[in-house]
């Protein structure tokens, strides 16, 4: 049975890239069920508005800049990949990690301030959703730190593996994006 | 690594990234209806989203099964606030 040359004419997608996508597609639905119970809730019961007035909005403010930040660094690390420019490179990939560590600091800072008022999880629906919501993606932050200081450890050697900089990216935007819409949805409403 | 040709400008989206920040940020103080300050949050929230997909994602220059892989949960996730609705929000 002859197959023809056209059959796969079209380019198959790199199976690194199908994999983080799918893993991403599973994150989508964590993230999703936490903020959909979350809105429900909120929506069912009057009275949340008060407990969110503890939160601060600067910090939270300053903490989304910089992940923002980082999500410019790590696109830029791996433009320096594409082109093969292994010293900038490494330097956006270490900035991008410093902004990460930056984030959790801030975060570490604000979880102190809340306990130390008396605001744990324990403390009602809104601190239970609060720290659940922002205290698992602030681990993922973490993770993410962590794979990207093995790409930086990885790339200081040969850039042969430099393609695993747009994979750690893809991870990276979308634990911003998960942010974009924490930020509003915890201390703006 | 296969070159898509012309890359987004990287820094002026983190530009419009920032200044749609301050907008949500803004709309917050707004005078007016709750309604309107949080749609406008968050469809701020949504424009930044999307930005951030198809820019630095990159799912712009990506074939259309990365894109139904996507967008999928995300129906899914919409399917499941409305499902939850009768039960939590209309109050059983």
Same mark, same amino acid.
């Given at each position: 049975?002859?197959?023809?040359?056209?059959?796969?004419?079209?380019?198959?997608?790199?199976?690194?890239?199908?994999?983080?996508?799918?893993?991403?597609?599973?994150?989508?639905?964590?993230?999703?069920?936490?903020?959909?119970?979350?809105?429900?809730?909120?929506?069912?019961?009057?009275?949340?508005?008060?407990?969110?007035?503890?939160?601060?909005?600067?910090?939270?403010?300053?903490?989304?800049?910089?992940?923002?930040?980082?999500?410019?660094?790590?696109?830029?690390?791996?433009?320096?990949?594409?082109?093969?420019?292994?010293?900038?490179?490494?330097?956006?990939?270490?900035?991008?990690?410093?902004?990460?560590?930056?984030?959790?600091?801030?975060?570490?800072?604000?979880?102190?301030?809340?306990?130390?008022?008396?605001?744990?999880?324990?403390?009602? !629906?809104?601190?239970?959703?609060?720290?659940?919501?922002?205290?698992?993606?602030?681990?993922?932050?973490?993770?993410?730190?962590?794979?990207?200081?093995?790409?930086?450890?990885?790339?200081?050697?040969?850039?042969?593996?430099?393609?695993?900089?747009?994979?750690?990216?893809?991870?990276?935007?979308?634990?911003?994006?998960?942010?974009?819409?924490?930020?509003?949805?915890?201390?703006?409403? | 690594?296969?070159?898509?040709?012309?890359?987004?400008?990287?820094?002026?989206?983190?530009?419009?990234?920032?200044?749609?920040?301050?907008?949500?940020?803004?709309?917050?103080?707004?005078?007016?209806?709750?309604?309107?300050?949080?749609?406008?949050?968050?469809?701020?929230?949504?424009?930044?989203?999307?930005?951030?997909?198809?820019?630095?994602?990159?799912?712009?220059?990506?074939?259309?099964?990365?894109?139904?892989?996507? !967008?999928?949960?995300?129906?899914?996730?919409?399917?499941?606030?409305?499902?939850?609705?009768?039960?939590?929000?209309?109050?059983?």
């Amino acid at each position: 049975m002859a197959i023809s040359a056209e059959a796969h004419a079209t380019p198959s997608i790199p199976a690194g890239k199908m994999g983080v996508w799918w893993f991403l597609a599973s994150e989508i639905m964590l993230f999703g069920g936490l903020i959909s119970s979350f809105i429900v809730f909120r929506l069912g019961s009057a009275g949340w508005a008060g407990e969110a007035a503890h939160l601060s909005v600067p910090i939270a403010a300053v903490n989304t800049l910089v992940l923002l930040t980082s999500s410019l660094t790590m696109v830029q690390a791996f433009a320096m990949a594409e082109r093969g420019d292994q010293r900038r490179l490494r330097n956006y990939l270490a900035l991008t990690i410093l902004l990460g560590l930056t984030f959790l600091g801030i975060k570490a800072y604000e979880y102190t301030s809340e306990i130390r008022e008396g605001f744990t999880p324990g403390t009602g !629906i809104f601190w239970s959703f609060y720290y659940t919501m922002t205290g698992l993606h602030a681990l993922h932050v973490l993770a993410g730190a962590i794979v990207n200081f093995s790409l930086y450890v990885l790339v200081g050697g040969s850039l042969r593996n430099s393609h695993r900089v747009e994979l750690a990216g893809l991870y990276w935007h979308f634990v911003d994006i998960v942010w974009i819409f924490l930020f509003p949805l915890v201390y703006l409403t | 690594m296969a070159s898509h040709g012309v890359r987004p400008n990287y820094l002026a989206i983190w530009g419009w990234l920032v200044a749609l920040m301050f907008v949500g940020l803004a709309a917050s103080f707004l005078p007016g209806t709750r309604a309107l300050a949080v749609a406008l949050i968050f469809a701020t929230a949504v424009v930044k989203a999307l930005l951030v997909v198809l820019n630095y994602m990159h799912l712009k220059f990506e074939p259309r099964l990365i894109y139904a892989i996507a !967008i999928v949960p995300l129906l899914f996730v919409l399917v499941l606030l409305v499902a939850l609705f009768p039960d939590f929000v209309f109050h059983h």
